[in-house]
């Protein structure tokens, strides 16, 4: 099971916007692919998404270089490896790269490969992708955060605030995760139009709003539970992704939709204060990475209630979750695979997570590829939690519905617990 050759393509994601796809052919001529998603509102920290030209003019820039590094150095490198060593050749996607970002060769190069790899050698062993990853040991179907209403850099600044999701807490399998936050989407569909706010949608599928305040989105999310028939606290409860990083100047954060700024100790208290008003299960990177006070402070307060998730704040970078967790800095670790750059590394991310008794929660990005390896990646792992945006886009609908078909092919040894994960960081 040796790899012959690796080449790659230009694709485009689901904003439009150019990506990589990668295809390995083994020796006995099996085949696997990986496509690249590419994030908007990245973290300062993330391994380097290698574009063409000069990135400030235009974000969208073709990536013929990163596919030339494929091409001219990766599939040299790697050929005759064996494919079902993963480590190995992430390993030496590492070395050969040589930066600590990826910056030379691309994250996007190497992660086409490094999914490709793994893709190719679970085809090769004739298994399905989390069974390949998860060494037979994944069988737990995750607890979705589902996103309703999207802001912040995926629609334009329409709200300031990213993501207001739901988690349905009191769903009892998978399948109902979807269909309870289907309804509550529909519901809050039905709520903006009523309301005159409904303007289309935005980059992962949420409604994209025309709110007056960042405050209009809670009343209209609780108003769409109502109207779907669900008790806000119980059934559902609300998740943000506050994706605070954007919304800080290195000295004060700015709500510009409501004209106020705040010192980090003033958005902590804000921060605190929408957790005890609104039924708050989760929140995403409400801090700047670079805040670590503030993190600190609210994760001691609110952690044992609330799952605080660092995103921008760990990039799914080792080094980073290390001290996240030496320090309490959170208690739970958004991983994306981009971020880091290989498979390999992001599943060490989530086992380190997972040691130190917090909750990986498996993400899409905002810029999505057909590609369902994340469905995989989430199973495999046991992480327990999957993000994936909203549905009613198919980039997004192929992870979740791929988790439908896991479920099926697992049978039996298929396990969901929900909402009980939580037990693991509230005690
Ligand atoms: O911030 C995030 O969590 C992601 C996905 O919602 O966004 P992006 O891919 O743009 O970084
Ligand atoms: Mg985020």
């Known amino acids: 099971m040796n790899i012959q050759s690796i080449d790659?393509?230009?694709?485009?994601?689901?904003?439009?916007?150019?990506?990589?796809?990668?295809?390995?052919?083994?020796?006995?001529?099996?085949?696997g692919s990986g496509l690249v998603p590419s994030g908007a509102s990245t973290g300062q920290f993330e391994a380097l998404e290698l574009r063409d030209g000069d990135k400030s003019v235009f974000r969208g820039k073709s990536v013929f270089k990163a596919i030339a590094n494929i091409r001219g150095e990766i599939a040299p490198a790697l050929q005759g490896m064996a494919v079902t060593d993963l480590k190995a050749i992430d390993g030496k996607l590492v070395e050969l790269d040589g930066t600590e970002n990826k910056s030379r060769l691309g994250a996007n190069a190497t992660l086409g490969v490094s999914m490709a790899c793994a893709r190719a050698a679970a085809n090769a062993r004739g298994v399905p992708l989390y069974e390949y990853l998860g060494k037979g040991q994944g069988t737990l179907l995750p607890l979705n955060e589902i996103q309703i209403l999207g802001g912040g850099a995926h629609a334009d600044w329409a709200i300031d605030i990213q993501d207001f999701l739901i988690i349905a807490?009191?769903?009892k399998t998978y399948e109902e995760t979807l269909e309870m936050t289907f309804n509550i989407y529909h519901a809050a569909g039905e709520v903006m139009k009523g309301r005159g706010k409904s303007v289309g949608l935005a980059d992962e599928g949420g409604w994209w709003p025309a709110f007056d305040s960042n405050e209009e989105p809670f009343e209209v999310l609780l108003e769409a539970v109502r109207l779907a028939g669900y008790e806000a606290g119980k059934d559902v409860a609300i998740s943000l992704d506050i994706a605070a990083s954007d919304?800080?100047?290195?000295?004060?954060?700015?709500?510009?939709?409501?004209?106020t700024s705040f010192t980090p100790s003033e958005f902590c208290d804000l921060m605190i204060e929408w957790c005890e008003k609104y039924p708050i299960i989760s929140i995403e990177d409400p801090f700047a990475d670079t805040d670590f006070d503030s993190w600190k402070r609210f994760t001691e307060e609110v952690g044992k209630r609330v799952q605080v998730i660092g995103d921008d704040l760990f990039t799914t970078n080792i080094a980073r979750i290390e001290n996240g967790i030496d320090n309490q800095l959170a208690n739970s670790v958004l991983i994306k695979l981009n971020q880091i750059g290989t498979v390999s590394e992001t599943m060490a991310a989530i086992e380190m997570t997972q040691k130190a008794g917090w909750l990986?929660?498996?993400?899409?990005?905002?810029?999505?590829?057909?590609?369902?390896?994340?469905?995989?990646?989430?199973?495999?792992?046991?992480?327990?939690?999957?993000?994936?945006?909203?549905?009613?886009?198919?980039?997004?609908?192929?992870?979740?519905?791929e988790v439908l078909r896991i479920e099926r092919s697992l049978g039996k040894r298929a396990r969901f617990v929900g909402a009980e994960l939580y037990q693991t960081i509230f005690g």
Do not use: C
């Open 247 to 259: 919304l800080y100047d290195g000295e004060r954060y700015h709500l510009k939709k409501d004209g």
């Open 169 to 171: 807490m009191g769903a």
């Open 360 to 401: 990986p929660v498996v993400s899409a990005r905002s810029g999505e590829t057909e590609d369902a390896f994340i469905a995989h990646l989430a199973v495999a792992t046991n992480a327990g939690q999957l993000k994936v945006g909203s549905f009613a886009r198919s980039e997004r609908m192929v992870k979740w519905n």
């Open 8 to 31: 790659a393509f230009q694709i485009y994601d689901s904003r439009g916007f150019p990506t990589v796809e990668v295809e390995v052919t083994l020796e006995n001529g099996v085949t």
